[in-house]
């Protein structure tokens, strides 16, 4: 049994599709079935059904798939580990992320860490909270920073920074005006958030609710954070952020942030988790140290600064 089949099979289980999966590696549909067939000879077991939707697991299928990513991923690590004794200092590294915040947030860090070790490459995924935790346990990925988190027993929580979500907007704003934003006043202005499914949204509808009022409806739904601080500088909308997010723009003078008062404010922790069964590669490992030092820092000069 060769690796290139291993390969092969775990593209195909996560694209599902025999053809996207030879488009992704760049080979033909007929070399990922041929691959496909030496791996059911060897396990004598069919691991693969195809349907109308693609193809489905068998259940020697699952078995297979569910080891063969830890196979993968500790010869990945094995190699990282020999580059490391050579001094090569190179790797990979997967970074599954929540939301548009924490990517603005993380792209500092990682441009700085990129310098340190510009033979690591990095791969970012943004998700849910919950399906980035989930890529952690499943060993689809090194590690997720994410806020809002889940609890989950099988992550184990490599730092937590608290964050504050502010009320941010243009400097000519007449919120800006004002040291803190009481939470009645600032219903009374177009906002942009993400929708419902987001925890920062949910939060804030409970923050509504427990000062007895019904939670407004925002004036622009979106995820994209570009989107909401470009409506907060041209003064159309009112958004709700973390500081870092919008560090560049403080820095220029086009926005501000204010905090809520104080019985309204809105906290939760960035945290980065790792797989407590899966020992960290080196770029892995390298990546969660600088993560960990990095991010306080910045948060501390945001704070001070804005």
Same mark, same amino acid.
Not at 24 to 53: C, D, K, W
Not at 156 to 185: G, S, T, Y
């Given at each position: 049994?060769?690796?290139?089949?291993?390969?092969?099979?775990?593209?195909?289980?996560?694209?599902?599709?025999?053809?996207?999966?030879?488009?992704?590696?760049?080979?033909?549909?007929?070399?990922?079935?041929?691959?496909?067939?030496?791996?059911?000879?060897?396990?004598?077991?069919?691991?693969?059904?195809?349907?109308?939707?693609?193809?489905?697991?068998?259940?020697?299928?699952?078995?297979?798939?569910?080891?063969?990513?830890?196979? =993968?991923? $500790?010869?990945?690590?094995?190699?990282?580990?020999?580059? /490391?004794? +050579?001094?090569?200092?190179? #790797?990979?590294?997967? %970074?599954?992320?929540?939301?548009?915040?924490?990517?603005?947030?993380?792209?500092?860090?990682?441009?700085?860490?990129?310098?340190?070790?510009?033979?690591?490459?990095?791969?970012?995924?943004?998700?849910?909270?919950?399906?980035?935790?989930?890529?952690?346990?499943?060993?689809?990925?090194?590690?997720?920073?994410?806020?809002?988190?889940?609890?989950?027993?099988?992550?184990?929580?490599?730092?937590?920074?608290?964050?504050?979500?502010?009320?941010?907007?243009?400097?000519?704003?007449?919120?800006?005006?004002?040291?803190?934003?009481?939470?009645?006043?600032?219903?009374?202005?177009?906002?942009? =958030?993400? $929708?419902?499914?987001?925890?920062?949204?949910?939060?804030? /509808?409970? +923050?509504?609710?427990?000062? #007895?009022?019904?939670? %407004?409806?925002?004036?622009?739904?979106?995820?994209?954070?570009?989107?909401?601080?470009?409506?907060?500088?041209?003064?159309?909308?009112?958004?709700?952020?973390?500081?870092?997010?919008?560090?560049?723009?403080?820095?220029?003078?086009?926005?501000?942030?204010?905090?809520?008062?104080?019985?309204?404010?809105?906290?939760?922790?960035?945290?980065?988790?790792?797989?407590?069964?899966?020992?960290?590669?080196?770029?892995?490992?390298?990546?969660?140290?600088?993560?960990?030092?990095?991010?306080?820092?910045?948060?501390?000069?945001?704070?001070?600064?804005?």
């Amino acid at each position: 049994m060769q690796l290139q089949a291993i390969t092969y099979f775990n593209e195909l289980v996560r694209s599902r599709s025999i053809r996207q999966a030879a488009e992704t590696l760049g080979v033909s549909p007929t070399a990922i079935s041929r691959q496909l067939e030496n791996l059911e000879h060897y396990f004598g077991a069919p691991l693969v059904m195809r349907g109308a939707r693609g193809i489905i697991l068998t259940a020697a299928g699952e078995v297979l798939a569910a080891r063969s990513r830890s196979m =993968m991923r $500790d010869l990945e690590n094995a190699r990282q580990v020999i580059d /490391d004794l +050579r001094g090569l200092k190179r #790797g990979n590294v997967s %970074i599954h992320i929540n939301g548009a915040a924490i990517n603005a947030i993380l792209a500092p860090a990682l441009a700085e860490f990129y310098k340190l070790y510009p033979a690591v490459s990095i791969e970012v995924t943004v998700s849910s909270a919950q399906e980035a935790i989930n890529a952690v346990i499943n060993g689809n990925t090194d590690m997720a920073v994410t806020m809002f988190s889940p609890s989950e027993q099988q992550i184990d929580v490599r730092f937590k920074l608290n964050i504050h979500h502010n009320v941010v907007m243009a400097f000519d704003h007449p919120l800006a005006q004002l040291n803190n934003i009481p939470l009645e006043l600032i219903r009374k202005y177009p906002m942009a =958030m993400p $929708d419902r499914s987001f925890g920062i949204r949910r939060t804030f /509808d409970q +923050r509504q609710r427990n000062a #007895g009022f019904e939670p %407004i409806e925002a004036a622009f739904t979106t995820s994209s954070l570009e989107l909401q601080k470009e409506l907060a500088c041209h003064r159309t909308a009112v958004v709700i952020l973390p500081a870092m997010s919008v560090i560049r723009e403080i820095r220029s003078g086009e926005l501000v942030v204010r905090p809520f008062e104080q019985q309204f404010e809105i906290t939760t922790d960035l945290q980065l988790g790792r797989a407590k069964t899966t020992a960290p590669s080196f770029a892995a490992a390298k990546l969660a140290d600088f993560l960990e030092e990095f991010l306080p820092t910045q948060a501390r000069f945001v704070h001070d600064n804005s």
